[in-house]
């Protein structure tokens, strides 16, 4: 293998201050960054005036993979910018599948994701005791099929609280699918561009969720959140209970 090596990194959901540290290390550091340019927000690459900036935007997997590969061999530090957290959605595993037949070696950095950032502009907590402590993080079908066991009809049955990804635009086929598992009132959160300055966040329930979503004109980067959790109903948590002992408090 080349000593040099890729980072993929995650670029976090927009806001440039929820960064990893790590993260602006190597965006300074980067001879090359290759960034996904309609979803990265473009103040993350004012960390990088000194790097060759590429967006990946228009071009494909094999287009890509040749400019990190020819840049590793280089001996230049290459940046993958991917938007959120690359676990999420990120389509690295084929990026990482063709790095490896290259023998070029790579390393992942986490992001703060969407999800997260958008569960700090509702100021909600998504596990709580008596409400949920699940957590399901899916998507509807589209493009991308999705397993027939993960349909959210199945998913929904289960009354955890939910995260759909890219799926606004299917808002119709999404409430039809969660009407099979939720109630018509429970709490639906729509929060749209998490953390930036366009940010935009929509509270409705599931009866009324694609009548919000299209009045409100609300069509990509947004996540639906599904569940009472976001009402700040439920128990108070045990961890602070004055008669709740632990290994540090008696």
């Known amino acids: 293998m080349t000593n040099s090596k890729v980072v993929f990194l995650g670029a976090g959901p927009g806001d440039p201050e929820l960064l990893t540290l790590k993260g602006m290390r190597l965006l300074q550091q980067a001879d090359i960054v ?23 935007a228009p071009l494909c ?13 280089a001996g230049k530090r290459v940046v993958r910018l991917h938007s959120g957290d690359p676990s999420l959605y990120g389509a690295i595993k084929e990026q990482i599948a063709r790095l490896r037949e290259e023998g070029i ?29 699940t957590v399901i993080i899916t998507r509807a079908a589209g493009r991308t099929p999705v397993p027939g066991t993960e349909d959210i009809s199945l998913l929904a049955a289960h009354g955890a609280t939910m995260a759909i990804f ?9 409430q039809k699918k969660l009407l099979t598992g939720y109630k018509p009132e429970t709490a639906v959160a729509i929060v749209r561009d998490a953390s930036r300055p366009a940010q935009k966040i929509l509270r ?17 980067t947004a996540i639906i959140l599904v569940g009472d959790s976001l009402t700040q109903a439920g128990d108070e948590s045990l961890l602070y209970d004055d008669g709740f002992s632990h290994g540090y408090r008696k």
């Open 166 to 174: 890219l799926s606004v635009g299917l808002a119709a086929e999404v």
């Open 61 to 73: 997997l094999d287009d890509i993979v040749k400019l990190m590969a020819a840049g590793a061999r």
């Open 204 to 220: 409705t329930t599931v009866a009324r969720l694609s009548e919000e979503i299209a009045a409100a004109g609300i069509d990509r």
């Open 34 to 56: 290759i960034h996904a340019g309609s979803l990265v927000s473009p103040a993350l690459l004012d960390f990088s005036p000194q790097a060759e900036l590429i967006d990946s």
């Open 105 to 133: 070696g790579f390393e992942v950095v986490p992001g703060v994701t969407s999800l997260s950032a958008a569960a700090a502009a509702l100021a909600s907590e998504l596990t709580v005791p008596g409400v949920s402590q």
